[in-house]
């Protein structure tokens, strides 16, 4: 027991579980055998993707946004420009559909950190986006520029993390300026695919320079490279504001992956009646996606899908509920429908990262993930409905993701498995500890736990009685302490960090939002 | 806000979730809509199924009871009295196990609290048998008489719970009257399915007694009516000892559900390797079924599985991991291709009511729900590998089991839910909260949590900042609180009581396990 604990503490100081020992489990490439589980029959299917389709031709959306209007009407759709609507029907949407690609990867920093999106592939995003950061110790507190950092080292430090998401907004950092050193670090302390807020016209422009200087493509290379992402979400419901309409054309033009979630909660800024959620959120959806196809056909996309419900009494969203898991599985096979990768999430509404936290958050990756997801957005640290990015939950998500990746891998059924050699060995009533076949097998037989601790309630009690946030603390800063960055090539760094100085001296981008 | 904060209040005292408003759900029967998931190829049941086959000819199952051995060599069996081996052929097995019932119904003490076993429905138990209790206040202890009395009374004031399961050892009870107060209060305390040990003869014949006076049947009819249930676990690898088989012979006399569960740790007391823990366990399995049929032909049997892994390490048992998740899966489609009821369970190896215990618990939960699992045994309170009942876990668990009934419910999609009324309403850039369609349903919309807060961080601090255990500890105890026993007719009542009375002046039963 002593020599389990020595190495159980090594295993902490080392930070990453999945060097751990145990199963030797690809996390980098991330593929589900699973069929994804359908909730809905393919006439409800039907029927939803109709009504969505009735509601962009009668109804129409809302698109705040001059310029992607003109795009709209060039590409056939019935504009008003004096109500700033958009009415599409459904042989037009059709047809621009039809261009997205079903499948795409994203460069990474390294050839193994690729991402392919769409089809069987996973993949697991960061925590992005919440204005506070919180640990144990230091509390919960409006996020800073080290915070950010710091995130961003623990979403290179595990690597069934594919995709980064700024986990938090560094306040400490001028809003001018931001977009500069969110996009600077992720690429410094990362190879992993980084992300993009769409602030803006010279905002999303700088950020991408970045990423093309990071990757060392050419412009011409770039626009035909996928190598960030963004989430442009609909101003639920039925429309599309500047902003997110300016980083759809942006990224469309660049050429880089742009996910359409509309942000339909169900009996607030959607129906009451998840079907109703449904078909609003389907159409969004496709408007999104139908502008990002007039703009250059064949731009990369995906069909974000984040359709909850409101709790009634206080208006609260709720997140990892039973209606949050039944749409999940629907809007994967409204992705599906329209032959296009989906995006989910892992989300709970815990103020803590306690058993609610844990069973929501299960809740929402079980929908995500035998729903079929793609892409897994607030893969690890989301709290509070995605207001905190908690550096606790970051390593409890992290162990729930890795058991996900360990539950992918196949179960082999041949002669040597069923192991009937070994049942013989054992005997009726004897055991299996010192059999030949787990002598073979032993050290890598099943999923090494990263934050799980199965130790007796003596043994535990003896150890501090920790509970898993408590160790989950402790990992986490163990892994911060342990961290390397990855090599960034001297002149790729200092070009980098030359273009973000002289973009600050020059005074940022203005803020639109 | 305040008025919210009171109706939850109102709420906690009142105890019971289901009660607040929001979603009616049908708690009480439950039909699982989902096709179960398959993670095993039909070639790969079959291949898994001709290695139990062939280990049960070849090898034999131990058997520590001769008159179980008698009973299986009248039946065909080949049987070495001199080694207690008992090797059975296919076309034997076969035979025996065709004349089980694939289906069955519990009687409960009312006829609503009949339980379906079977085909699509879903029976969730109390957890069962830990020696310690627990709760935040009172600490980790022994078991007691109150102890199991209490967590009865949870497990009669929440509808999604069908089948008790003594939920701790009162140790302050002697062992030799023991039973009589864990079927009294079972029966005194509940009007739900009741839980028999198999502890002897004369124990189980005292206990299946007061169960048919607590249900009023005859003699006969009892024989003929299931209305308790036992689980038989097998000394794995490959043995039945004296008290299991004589639980079979027992249970299959009286005509009372036998649950014959195998303990196939892989690694420990099965092979190291999914697919042959997995072939042992059907093998084990099987031959307990087998016996029972031997007995009396259709006697009601359910196929249990509980394989998971040991750390090998430390040698500790492990649940709720990717192997266990994946062992669930694969044991429903080896129960269903014998055409009987399948039994899982929600287990996990955390000492504390935390997230390990929630993220465990619910991959076990997951795995038995999405692979078509009919009975979930210790669905509520069960923690640390089984050695506590916790009533902080309980209310976790109860609040984990009510969600999945939710995710039962169909998701509707027809004009009215679709809705397009109500976008016409709400409009691009509105909302819903004041929609017809809204007002119309917003009372019973969405599932209400029993124990989830979705208050934000502010509210939830002004409150006490309580996370999801503390918040559990409150809702267990005044649920107690509130708690009434359900109608008892006088006259079985005293009739119980005078029986356990007399048996406990006669000395009880002796203990031979």
């Not at 974000?304 to 599985?329: C, H, I, L």
């Not at 890795?402 to 055991?431: C, I, K, S, Y």
Request: one cysteine or more.
């Amino acid at each position: 027991m002593a020599e389990r604990e020595r190495r159980s503490e090594r295993a902490l100081r080392r930070g990453a579980g999945s060097a751990r020992g145990g199963a030797r489990i690809e996390q980098r490439r991330l593929r589900n055998p699973f069929p994804p589980i359908r909730i809905l029959s393919d006439d409800q299917v039907e029927a939803i993707h109709g009504a969505a389709l009735r509601i962009l031709k009668e109804i129409g959306v809302r698109v705040l946004h001059d310029g992607a209007r003109s795009l709209f009407r060039a590409a056939g759709a019935e504009v008003d420009d004096g109500g700033r609507m958009v009415r599409l029907d459904g042989d037009l949407i059709a047809g621009l559909l039809a261009q997205a690609p079903p499948t795409l990867t994203l460069k990474g920093g390294s050839p193994e950190r690729a991402v392919r999106v769409g089809g069987d592939a996973v993949a697991f995003g960061t925590v992005g986006g919440p204005p506070h950061a919180s640990d144990l110790k230091g509390g919960r507190r409006p996020g800073t520029l080290e915070d950010f950092k710091n995130l961003m080292r623990l979403g290179q430090s595990f690597d069934v993390i594919h995709l980064l998401n700024p986990a938090v907004e560094p306040l400490d950092v001028p809003p001018r300026t931001r977009h500069l050193d969110l996009t600077l670090y992720q690429l410094l302390l990362s190879d992993k695919v980084p992300f993009v807020f769409c602030r803006g016209a010279q905002a999303v422009a700088d950020c991408l320079e970045m990423v093309r200087v990071g990757r060392g493509l050419t412009h011409e290379a770039f626009r035909d490279t996928p190598c960030a992402y963004t989430v442009v979400n609909t101003n639920s419901p039925l429309q599309i504001d500047a902003l997110m309409a300016q980083g759809i054309v942006d990224f469309a033009l660049a050429g880089q992956l742009v996910i359409v979630t509309p942000f339909t909660l169900a009996g607030a800024m959607a129906p009451i009646s998840l079907a109703g959620a449904l078909a609003q959120q389907h159409a969004e959806a496709m408007a999104g996606i139908a502008l990002a196809q007039a703009v250059r056909p064949g731009a990369p996309v995906a069909y974000g899908a984040f359709t909850s419900n409101v709790d009634m009494k206080s208006g609260a969203p709720a997140f990892g509920t039973p209606e949050y898991v039944k749409a999940a599985f629907a809007s994967g096979q409204l992705a599906r429908r329209l032959n296009l990768p989906w995006r989910s999430s892992n989300v709970n509404a815990s103020n803590a990262p306690d058993a609610q936290a844990a069973y929501e958050s299960q809740m929402s990756l079980w929908g995500a993930v035998m729903g079929g997801a793609n892409l897994v957005m607030h893969g690890a640290g989301w709290l509070e409905g995605g207001l905190t990015a908690s550096f606790e939950k970051f390593v409890i998500d992290v162990e729930m993701l890795q058991m996900f990746a360990a539950l992918f891998t196949p179960l082999t059924v041949n002669e040597a498995e069923l192991a009937l050699d070994a049942v013989r060995e054992a005997g009726p009533g004897g055991h299996y500890f010192a059999t030949a076949h787990t002598l073979e097998r032993y050290e890598h037989a099943f999923y090494a736990p990263l934050l799980s601790d199965w130790r007796n309630f003596g043994q535990w009690t003896e150890y501090g009685a920790k509970d898993a946030a408590a160790r989950a603390h402790e990992i986490a800063f163990r892994t911060l302490e342990a961290f390397e960055p990855p090599p960034v090539d001297p002149g790729v760094r200092e070009e980098l960090e030359a273009f973000a100085a002289r973009r600050r001296k020059e005074g940022g981008a203005a803020v639109d939002g």
